[in-house]
């Protein structure tokens, strides 16, 4: 049993309303109870109190304008399983992945390091934690779909996956 942390007590009562720790280039992430700004503090709790930080950030291929634009275009869940379906190194999700995905989910089995799980729902393609050369895989689909790539803080990505920066009115 861990010794007593009143640091770590604080977090998980609650206390603190904090849920991700975010990557050194956005100092914003939207968690369970809203946004949350990084901070040298928040960093200093969280390794004083033997938390391990975890960091989730959703990117979409989306028709909206940006993320909190709930009444844009929507890509349709039939659009999205044709062109799916003519790409070759996607597949449906298999075994253990059928648990994280709903019914329109694929697998993209290109990636150097291991299977990358895409997720159509509502209108947008949601890729949980991509990295650059999946987000790269992100924006030639988008293209196809007529549609765009971000974050759901509102980064924005070029072809080659990398962040230029965000969008209007985001951090």
């Known amino acids: 049993m861990l010794a007593a942390n009143p640091r770590r007590e604080m977090l998980t009562r609650g206390v603190l309303p904090f849920s991700a ?68 190194d996607f597949r449906r999700p298999e075994g253990a992945e059928r648990e994280w995905g709903g019914p329109f989910a694929r697998v993209w089995v290109g990636h150097p390091q291991g299977p990358v799980s895409f997720d159509w729902l509502d209108g947008d393609v949601d890729v949980r934690n991509p990295d650059q050369t999946t987000v790269a895989r992100m924006k030639t689909l988008a293209m196809t779909l007529k549609a765009t790539v971000f974050s759901e803080t509102g980064e924005v990505f070029d072809d080659d996956g990398e962040s230029p920066g965000f969008l209007d009115g985001y951090p």
Do not use: M, T, Y
């Open 21 to 88: 720790v975010g990557r050194s280039n956005n100092p914003w992430w939207r968690c369970e109870l809203g946004w949350l700004f990084e901070s040298p503090a928040v960093h200093s709790i969280i390794s004083s109190a033997d938390i391990e930080p975890s960091v989730s950030i959703h990117v979409s291929i989306s028709r909206r304008a940006e993320p909190l634009d709930e009444g844009g275009p929507k890509i349709s869940s039939d659009d999205w399983i044709q062109v799916i379906s003519g790409e070759p």
